[in-house]
């Protein structure tokens, strides 16, 4: 994943042309990226329904940003990608803590990536799952 990062972080280099886009570019994908997990989100009341449980709508922006991040560092060169669909399943809620988002490709084509994204609570239980597809565009 460290390679990756560091494609993703060159790609990210020859985009942006001052350096203060490409410091804040480098800075979210090193956060987004630390260890394994793609991004994580803590429960609060900015994130909460009434119940006081972590909102769907915050989850599925959480599995929407690791898959597409995702998607983006298996990019080929000159190209973006754009979420066309997006899929989650709810199994749990998430009552206290932090939601913690891994995604990984299941498939990668020339017009298209799909990727599955798993939500798991603070403790290691998983809270949902995303299925998505990206489409690959190109920018040339």
């Given at each position: ?14 985009e ?16 987004l ?11 609060s ?5 009434f119940a ?45 803590g ?40 190109s920018?040339?």
């Open positions: 994943q460290r390679k990756k990062l560091e494609r993703a972080l060159a790609k990210a280099g020859s942006f042309k001052d350096l203060q886009s490409l410091a804040a570019s480098k800075e979210m994908l090193e956060t990226l630390s260890d394994i997990d793609l991004a994580k989100l803590e429960l009341d900015k994130v909460g329904n006081g449980m972590m909102h769907g709508g915050a989850i599925m922006t959480l599995a929407d940003t690791a898959g597409s991040t995702c998607a983006f560092l298996n990019l080929p060169p000159n190209t973006v990608t754009t979420t066309t669909d997006s899929n989650t399943r709810f199994l749990r809620p998430i009552s206290i932090v939601a913690i988002a891994t995604a990984r490709p299941l498939r990668v084509g020339r017009t298209s990536i799909v990727v599955e994204v798993e939500i798991h609570d603070q403790d290691g239980r998983l809270v949902a799952k995303t299925s998505m597809a990206q489409a690959v565009i920018t040339a």
